[in-house]
T-cell receptor, first 112, second 117 residues
Framework: SQKIEQNSEALNIQEGKTATLTCNYTNYSPAYLQWYRQDPGRGPVFLLLIRENEKEKRKERLKVTFDTTLKQSLFHITASQPADSATYLCALGYSGNTPLVFGKGTRLSVIA | GAVVSQHPSRVICKSGTSVKIECRSLDFQATTMFWYRQFPKKSLMLMATSNEGSKATYEQGVEKDKFLINHASLTLSTLTVTSAHPEDSSFYIC?????????????FGPGTRLTVL
């Protein structure tokens, strides 16, 4: 079965720095990969989607890369702010009717 | 983006009672919705896939008689926790699937916090 690992359970960084979160998977390469943000006591919110034939995607201060050779996606938040503190989930998507497969998430804390 | 609502947001009930949670897609139709539960500081655990007009598909280890799912319309799926026990206390989240070409995105509801006394 597919296994997803998000680099660490928790990550602390200083305000203004770039936060980099890692999502690694084994076995089958997904057709696309997504990143979600989840705040405590709330449902996840969709942030970005990147397809298997795309290397990089950007949205404002967010950047996602997808390396199918390394079986890895990196999620960057530049000029991080305390408001970026949340849990970030990666999810693998496959063609057909297969549900998304979610990682356990990384809890990011941006310290002022 | 697409909006998904859940009701209630929080419920406290006595052991042995049944609780119904509603999940609605507000501005789009969803043939497929998903139900998850999440324990504190843990990952989302997929419970079942809810398909409009047909029976839900349950993940291994999830009791279908315990967690009844009904997807009667393209905008509403309900999860009923029957004869709830304290171990059923959890955060329940639904999501609705939106297809766009060859990819799909799941839009999540805000979640329902269930506490069984």
């Amino acid at each position: 079965s597919q296994k997803i690992e998000q680099n660490s359970e928790a990550l602390n960084i200083q305000e203004g720095k770039t936060a980099t979160l890692t999502c690694n998977y084994t076995n089958y390469s997904p057709a696309y990969l997504q990143w979600y943000r989840q705040d405590p006591g709330r449902g996840p919110v969709f942030l970005l989607l990147i397809r298997e034939n795309e290397k990089e995607k950007r949205k404002e201060r967010l950047k996602v890369t997808f390396d199918t050779t390394l079986k890895q996606s990196l999620f960057h938040i530049t000029a991080s702010q305390p408001a970026d503190s949340a849990t970030y989930l990666c999810a693998l998507g496959y063609s057909g009717n297969t549900p998304l497969v979610f990682g356990k998430g990384t809890r990011l804390s941006v310290i002022a | 983006g697409a909006v998904v609502s859940q009701h209630p947001s929080r419920v406290i009930c006595k052991s042995g009672t049944s609780v119904k949670i509603e999940c609605r897609s507000l501005d789009f139709q969803a043939t497929t919705m998903f139900w998850y539960r999440q324990f504190p500081k843990k990952s989302l655990m997929l419970m079942a896939t809810s398909n409009e007009g047909s029976k839900a598909t349950y993940e291994q280890g999830v009791e279908k008689d315990k967690f009844l799912i009904n997807h009667a319309s393209l905008t509403l799926s309900t999860l009923t926790v029957t004869s709830a026990h304290p171990e059923d206390s959890s955060f329940y989240i639904c999501s609705a699937r939106v297809f766009a070409g060859s990819t799909d995105t799941q839009y999540f509801g805000p979640g329902t916090r269930l506490t069984v006394l």
